[in-house]
């Protein structure tokens, strides 16, 4: 029998370094690699391009001439009178609310069949994503320029143009609240023997109805805002009458009637707000000054409502009693409670706002029974499409500037907006007020329309990227700042306290924890800013803001409607890309 002889165990002291040096390395994958290389090159681009407009604050000093001279000009600020501002007024609103209420019936069945829960295939999920992804990335200029040939001038072209486009984001956002249902009611009825639109209308729609809501009151912001821009191509409204103004040099009256739209743009979003916290109970999400009003008088009476239940606390309870009823009949009856009542009070205002907007708008309904004649003779003018007497070489370069001033825009937008949403932050900001502040003025600077804001830029600073390049930064600054401040706040605050603990400044503090957490929530956010300025680029090109949107307009106006197409299949190409490396972007740094 052979002895087991016992080894001793040899133990090593290691030192810190040697303990580190061989603990086993987190391997970082090449999909990762690619994409911070990606990230460095984009920067870099953004870099190039800003230093290829050259945007400097020497040069916006020395162009204060030109204001004092354009203000000047302006004189006293005039208005249309009172039955005119009346008339476009109630058509805008009117194609805007048709619009948006168009885009959210033909966004039921998208979303329905987009979702990956409801949808009955893979193939009906590719065919529904493609018509999002297809109707966000055609500008809705470009529609109302073929629905202006198919249909008589009118406010339908312009409603068709607004519904159109607002498909794509109002379906993906239909979409997204589909598949993040609760099953168990979709469950229950099919197991009962519920059809598909039973188990639709029974089970999806009542979970996602609120969020349905709050996303048609937000894109119908969206829309007026973006009602200014299609004035230009000859849709009725404030938008036509301003770019006939400006384009008479009658600048009193061009800057009163961006007033007007700049005030009508609040007082929308006010009721909106107010009715998303009416019908749905709950504080608007929006990011405009009148969603921050109404959250602020949400919250006011929500103290309000604290403090009574704070007094009536220590008065003597008194003894409710159940609820009785007659019959089983009465039991099974929804009751009239005060929200039932104020929900369908609204529900009817929104019914009759409908309504009159149908009849402001006068439809010519017969358009929609003679058009189909119109559409072989129209689609021949813009099929197949070419790039005229500019030459590829010449559009390929507009189409760089457009992205160049997208990039440059973005890149303005990112450094302020990482300075003033830092400071909107509450577990960044140092006091109470600096958070008020810089709250109030990320409000303030994305309440202006960035339309509005390239005019006059131009007229100051004169045609090109630089006007178009600090619009598109103005109006970001608003957006991305706000989404940095809310990346910021919704941290762990577990890094921030271990190194608050350790004797760490506040600054050590925001650079060591609350960034580095936040990052790839900013990442997202900063690639849906480039999405979003490729698009503005291409439409405040069409106002003088440079880039490829000053040969849409061109081609448009010369009746050269194969550029047209030609010039569309590039932005939608250029869309198509910064969206897959977006995407792309948010899986590898999730």
């Known amino acids: 029998m052979t002895a087991v002889t016992e080894r001793p165990v040899v133990r090593t002291h290691r030192s810190p370094e040697q303990a580190v040096a061989a603990a086993p390395r987190r391997r970082v994958s090449p999909e990762r690699v690619a994409a911070c290389l990606t990230l460095v090159a984009l920067a870099v681009l953004a870099c190039v391009a800003l230093a290829r407009i050259d945007i400097s604050v020497p040069n916006m000093i020395a162009s204060w001439s030109n204001a004092e001279h354009f203000f000047q000009r302006v004189g006293t600020v005039r208005f249309p009178d009172a039955a005119t501002l009346l008339q476009q007024t109630a058509l805008t609103v009117g194609l805007v609310l048709l619009g948006t209420l168009l885009a959210a019936v033909l966004s039921v069945p998208v979303a329905y069949l987009a979702a990956g829960n409801t949808s009955p295939g893979r193939g009906w999920i590719a065919a529904a994503r493609f018509v999002s992804v297809l109707t966000r990335a055609i500008p809705d200029v470009v529609l109302a320029m073929v629905f202006v040939l198919m249909f008589t001038i009118g406010p339908l072209p312009g409603i068709l143009a607004i519904g159109i486009h607002s498909i794509g984001m109002i379906s993906k956002l239909f979409a997204d609240a589909i598949e993040q249902i609760d099953e168990g009611p979709r469950t229950a009825i099919r197991a009962t023997g519920g059809n598909r639109l039973q188990q639709f209308t029974a089970g ?14 937000h894109r119908n912001d969206i829309n007026l805002r973006g009602s200014v821009i299609l004035g230009y191509v000859g849709i009725i409204g404030l938008g036509r009458e301003m770019s006939f103004a400006f384009k008479s040099l009658d600048y009193s009256l061009g800057i009163g009637y961006a007033i007007v739209i700049f005030a009508l743009c609040v007082l929308m979003e006010i009721v909106s707000s107010s009715v998303r916290a009416a019908m749905l109970g709950v504080a608007p999400s929006g990011r405009g000054i009148g ?16 403090r009574r239940q704070r007094n009536s606390a220590t008065a003597e309870p008194r003894a409710t009693a159940a609820p009785r009823f007659a019959t089983p009949d009465d039991a099974l009856r929804r009751p009239w409670t005060a929200a039932r009542v104020r929900t369908t009070v609204w529900s009817w205002v929104a019914g009759l706002v409908v309504i009159g907007s149908v009849l402001v708008c006068d439809i010519a309904w017969g358009d929609l029974a003679t058009v189909w004649g119109k559409i072989p003779p129209v689609a021949a003018q813009f099929w197949p499409p070419s790039f005229g007497s500019y030459g590829a070489g010449v559009m390929f370069s507009a189409m760089f500037d457009t ?13 302020f907006s990482m300075v003033i949403g830092s400071f909107a932050a509450r577990n960044v900001a140092p006091t109470r007020g600096v958070r008020t502040g810089a709250r109030f003025l990320l409000v303030v600077v994305r309440g202006i329309p960035e339309t509005i804001l390239a005019v006059v830029l131009i007229v100051i600073t004169g045609l090109g990227a ?3 390049t600090l619009a598109l930064a103005f109006g970001g600054i608003g957006l991305l700042g706000k989404l940095v401040a809310d990346s910021l706040e919704e941290v762990q605050p577990g890094p921030e306290r271990a190194l608050t603990a350790t004797g760490a400044t506040r600054f050590q503090r925001y650079a060591g924890a609350t960034v580095p957490q936040g990052i790839r929530a900013m990442i997202g956010h900063t690639f849906y800013l480039v999405d979003t300025n490729i698009r503005a680029a291409t439409i405040l090109g069409i106002v003088g803001g440079g880039g490829i949107g000053y040969y849409l307009l061109n081609a448009a106006q010369g009746s050269n409607y194969a550029s047209v197409t030609g010039i569309v299949l590039m932005i939608l190409v250029t869309v198509l890309v910064v ?8 899986r590898v740094f999730r």
């Open 204 to 217: 999806v729609l009542p979970q996602v109805l609120p969020s349905w809501v709050a996303t048609i009151l």
């Open 291 to 306: 969603a921050s009003a109404i959250r602020a008088g949400m919250r006011r009476r929500q103290a309000g409502d604290e």
């Open 403 to 415: 992205v160049a001033i997208a990039l440059a825009a973005t890149l303005l937008a990112l450094v």
């Open 466 to 468: 630089q006007a178009g």
């Open 579 to 586: 969206e897959g490396i977006a995407m792309w972007m948010r």
